[in-house]
């Protein structure tokens, strides 16, 4: 649902997170509602405010982060960013970086090793090269088949990494990364 027709319906919106996915959205009605709009985190317990929209990079820090997908919705990114001094990954809505680790529930945090134009035939050169096995590709925001690259860029042997793919503007990029616990 649009976010005008929820606020349309109550004071508070909360969106809820369980098991990384944004399961359900509640509206509190009546007096005693205060105004908000957020999420929470089951696991946790923790809550986020939404907040302005985040200041993008213009590349990876050390790490790239995944946001919990209520966070997302919750317009919670830029609560984020400032909470952990971390900006938004280009326009890949979701995707947030910074040079230092992060522990949040919020988060799920992967370390870059390489960051590279989009170019399945030079992200696979460099994954032979450095020994790099693409285990996983992750895509938000552009219209790829994670299949599909994965399958293109090939298998090689080496240590099990990650590939996330965003945009920045009109340029598409790659970033090797491995999860960093």
């Keep these: 649902l649009e976010d005008p027709f929820l606020d349309s319906l109550g004071a508070s919106v909360e969106f809820v997170s369980f098991g990384r996915e944004c399961r359900e959205s509640l509206v509190w009605l009546g007096r ?11 696991e946790s317990g923790e809550r986020i405010s939404s907040g302005d929209a985040p ?5 990876p820090g050390n790490f790239i982060f995944e946001a919990d ?18 900006q938004a990954l280009g326009t890949s809505n979701g995707y947030l970086t910074g040079q230092a680790r992060v522990d949040s529930p919020w988060l799920r945090g992967y370390e870059v ?3 590279l134009a989009y170019d399945e035939r030079k992200i696979g050169e460099a994954c032979k090269s450095a020994r ?12 790829a088949d994670p299949v599909q690259v994965k399958r293109a860029i090939g298998q090689h042997e080496g240590a099990s990494c990650i590939l996330i793919v965003y945009s920045i503007g009109f340029k598409i990029r790659a970033a090797i990364v491995r999860s960093s616990g």
Excluded: M, N
């Design 113 to 115: 090793l390489e960051d």
């Design 32 to 42: 005693e509602a205060e105004k908000w709009r957020g999420a929470v985190h089951i």
């Design 132 to 143: 790099y096995q693409i285990a996983a590709v992750k895509v938000r925001g552009l219209r």
């Design 55 to 59: 200041v993008q990079a213009p590349s």
């Design 69 to 86: 997908p209520a966070a997302i919705r919750a317009h919670g990114l830029g609560t984020l960013c400032e909470v952990h001094e971390l």
